[in-house]
């Protein structure tokens, strides 16, 4: 059963940062492409990030890029978002997700990544 599970998230004051992992269980990791994703409440989930199976190619938002850098180690099957320089409007609910190839995609179709963490949460306030 393939399930995977996020941590990291919390509480920080704006220009902090934050390390998120995603942790996959029951699942050949190097198979796929991981993605973050975050939701905000009232608004759409969004794409964040994305890397490839074996780390060669990664993707970022343009809200995040330069401040927010994914990674993966793939013997310990974890995936990790560091995000520096936070601000209150990178307030949401982060999730990973696992995609269904191995490349990252031209988007961030949600419908293509069959199996979803259950989030953590980040906020970014004084």
């Known amino acids: 059963q393939l399930r995977l599970v996020e941590s990291g998230g919390g509480l920080v004051q704006p220009g902090g940062s934050l390390r998120l992992s995603c942790i996959v269980f029951?699942?050949?990791?190097?198979?796929?492409?991981i993605a973050w994703f975050r939701q905000a409440p009232g608004k759409e989930r969004e794409g964040v990030s994305c890397?490839?199976?074996?780390?060669?190619?990664?993707k970022y938002a343009d809200s995040v890029k330069g401040r927010f850098t994914i990674s993966r180690d793939n013997a310990k099957s974890t995936v990790y978002l560091q995000m520096n320089g936070l601000k209150p409007e990178d307030t949401a609910v982060y999730y990973c997700?696992?995609?269904?190839?191995?490349?990252?995609?031209?988007?961030?179709?949600?419908?293509?990544?069959?199996?979803w963490g259950q989030g953590t949460q980040v906020t970014v306030s004084e």
């Open positions: 029951g699942y050949i990791l190097d198979d796929h492409a």
């Open positions: 890397i490839s199976n074996k780390g060669g190619t990664t």
């Open positions: 997700a696992a995609d269904r190839v191995p490349w990252c995609g031209n988007d961030y179709d949600p419908n293509r990544f069959d199996y």
